[in-house]
Every structure is written in C-alpha cells, then in structure tokens.
C-alpha cells in the first residue's frame, strides 16, 4: 500500500503527476549585465531558433547573432529583460522608435496611418530578437517578456521584422498576438522582411483590430 502525500508534502515525480514547473522571474539587465551574458544568450539563441529538419532556410549565425547585439546594444534606449528559473529560459530586448519614421524607411506601400501616428508621437518599441526556450509555457512566457519591455517604456505598440524565408519564427510571432502589415526591404540590404507589430493595451488593439493581411497583395486594409 502505497500512501498518498499529506498536506505540506510535496509530490514528487514518479507519484502519478508530472511535476510543477517553476514560474520564471523576469529581470531588466544593464548594458553591462548583458555583456556578462552574451554566451549564455548565444546558447538561448541556438537552442530556440533550431531549423526544424527538412526547412531549407538557414539562420544566421552564433556569431551573426552576437554581432547584432553588440550593434543594438549601443542604440540608445536599448533594454533586455529576461527570464530564469535554474537556468535562462527566454529573453527579449530591442529599442525605442524614433519619432521621425525612419525605422519604417523601405516599407511596400503606405504604412497604415494608425501606426505613423503612434510612432510620430514615440510610442512604439522595436523588438530585435524574442528568444524563448522550447517548453509547454513558451507562449506564456513569451507575452510575459514582451509587455514587459512595452510596460517599461510606456509604449503602445510592438514592431519587429523577420526574414520573410523564416517560415517557423513568423509563425511563432503569429502565435504570440503579432500582425503581419507587410513587407519591408532596406535600401542597401539584400533581404525582404515581413513587418510586424504587436498591439498593446485595449486602445492600441482597438485602433489596429482592422489591421488584416488582405489576400492577393500581400498588404494591409489600412487603418
């Protein structure tokens, strides 16, 4: 006979139930903290951006990935927050977007109006990377980062771009409440990106709740 565990007891694996997750903590990181982490990032990075067997698209590399932080890092506004139990779970970071536009320069057509007003009057966060560990709660864990880094800023909308080609991290995005508006294409840059943003606080979602991808052009309805 075995006897089921009392009251202040915890269960342990094996009794018939998986074992509690731990909730993550979130925390900002300083410039200089992050520095102290690029290595453990770098392994979040490979680790959550994995190609799945049979995608014919590569991502860039550890390296890649660990020159792009030192760029961003020097942006002014930068911010990391990430997330840990044991071990680091996900983190995102990014920047604010300037009033004048010009992180929308190359956008396909006419950005939807709702967004240059929200950019015009410095509410929106450019997100350069979400990394999250492949787990059952990475959806969770990926809204909690996300409002995080919009709370901490006082912005209103989220904006990222992901190669078009990367098939598996559009589709995440797609999962965790961003918009694909469009397409984007840096004057002197070979790669065509998908824009997308990531509404925040009722107002914002109401503003942008007609924002819809319409069939054929690959375009937005326009708001």
């Known amino acids: 006979m075995t006897a ?10 094996g009794d018939g139930e998986p074992p509690a997750v731990a909730p993550a903590r979130l925390r900002r990181l300083s410039r200089w903290l992050v520095d102290g982490l690029r290595e453990d990032l770098a392994g979040l990075y490979v680790e959550s951006r994995a190609t799945p067997p049979g995608d014919p698209y590569r991502r860039p590399s550890r390296q890649n990935f660990l020159n792009r932080l030192t760029v961003d890092m020097r ?30 320069l190359g956008f396909d057509g006419a ?47 989220g904006a990222t771009l992901v190669d078009r080609a990367d098939h598996p991290t559009l589709a995440a995005l797609n999962s965790w409440g961003w918009l694909d508006i469009g397409e984007l294409r840096r004057p002197a840059g070979a790669t065509t990106f998908r824009a997308l943003v990531l509404p925040f606080g009722e107002r914002t979602t109401a503003r942008l709740e007609s924002l819809v991808m319409m069939p054929g052009d690959g375009g937005p309805s326009g708001v």
Do not use: Y
């Not at 089921?4 to 694996?13: C, I, V, Y």
């Not at 983190?91 to 009033?99: K, L, N, S």
């Not at 990926?142 to 995080?148: C, M, S, T």
């Open 111 to 157: 950005l939807p109006r709702s967004i240059e007003q929200l950019t015009t009057s410095g509410n929106v966060f450019a997100f350069a990377a979400i990394l999250i560990r492949p787990h059952p709660q990475d959806r969770e864990l990926a809204r909690r980062v996300q409002e995080r880094l919009l709370t901490d800023h006082q912005s209103s909308l």
């Open 75 to 104: 942006r002014p506004g930068f911010a990391m927050v990430i997330a840990e139990t044991d071990s680091l779970m996900g983190c995102a970071f990014g920047f604010p977007v300037g009033g004048d536009g010009s992180w929308w």
């Open 4 to 13: 089921e565990p009392g009251r202040g007891q915890s269960r342990k694996p």
